[in-house]
């Protein structure tokens, strides 16, 4: 079965510190795509940052980097240098399904950057 | 459009009542997905359209829900005899066809029965 489990529900951090938050997934095949979605109270999902399976080297989006262990199946997302605007329902997905490609998502972790 | 436009962003609907939901995609996505997140939730699939069709239905919860979408652009969900538990955030997404990268979300509708 596919499955992404995201262990922490609510995370705080200083402005300016760093932040990991942390995904585990499951699935049965070996080339795919793993993505960090940020929810704002816009409700609109954006795209944070995406990582290739086959690729071993971690994907990097400005102040967003994330660490894949395929072998432990673990996606997570470091921040550096929160922002207030960081704020956000932060969701680790995948896609499955064939063709259909759809996502499956963690139950979100949500970050509160404080001043 | 330049983006994924969801309407209504807002709709109080009584229990028992019938709604849709429009989801206008960018151009050129020929995938289209719905989904919904209940309070607090992760997203949960409902239903996938390639095109005009839907190879992928098996995420609506109920024979209440449906969708559609015509000219392989709008695409409509309804909601029959909506119940309290329908009450989430509806949310649609497209991408490219023939890749698994480059969903784009819409700002969803958050329906409310009452």
């Known amino acids: 079965a596919q499955t992404v489990t995201q262990s922490q529900p609510e995370m705080s951090v200083q402005e300016a510190e760093t932040v990991t938050l942390s995904c585990t997934y499951d699935?049965?095949?070996?080339?795919?795509?793993l993505f960090w979605y940020k929810q704002p109270p816009s409700r609109q999902m954006i795209l944070v940052i995406r990582?290739?399976?086959?690729?071993?080297q971690n994907a990097t989006e400005n102040r967003f980097s994330v660490n894949f262990q395929k072998a432990a199946k673990s996606f997570s997302l470091k921040i550096s240098d929160s922002q207030l605007g960081d704020t956000a329902m932060y969701f680790c997905?995948?896609?499955?399904?064939?063709?259909?490609?759809?996502?499956?998502f963690g139950t979100g972790t949500l970050l509160a950057v404080q001043p | 459009g330049a983006g994924v436009s969801q309407s209504p962003s807002n709709k109080v609907t009584e229990k028992g009542k019938d709604v849709e939901l429009r989801c206008d995609p960018i151009?050129?996505?020929?995938?289209l997905y719905w989904y919904r997140q209940s309070l607090g939730q992760g997203l949960e699939f409902l239903i996938y359209f390639q095109g005009n069709s839907a190879p992928d239905k098996s995420g609506l919860p109920s024979d209440r829900f449906s969708a559609e979408r015509t000219g392989g652009s709008v695409s409509t969900l309804t909601i029959q005899r909506t119940q309290q538990e329908d009450s989430a955030v509806y949310l649609c997404?497209?991408?490219?066809?023939?890749?698994?990268?480059?969903?784009?979300f819409g700002s969803g509708t958050r329906l409310t029965v009452v």
């Open positions: 151009s050129g996505h020929t995938a």
């Open positions: 997905a995948f896609p499955f399904g064939g063709a259909t490609n759809k996502l499956i």
């Open positions: 990582q290739e399976a086959y690729k071993q």
């Open positions: 699935t049965s095949e070996n080339n795919y795509y």
């Open positions: 997404a497209s991408r490219v066809g023939g890749s698994n990268y480059g969903y784009t």
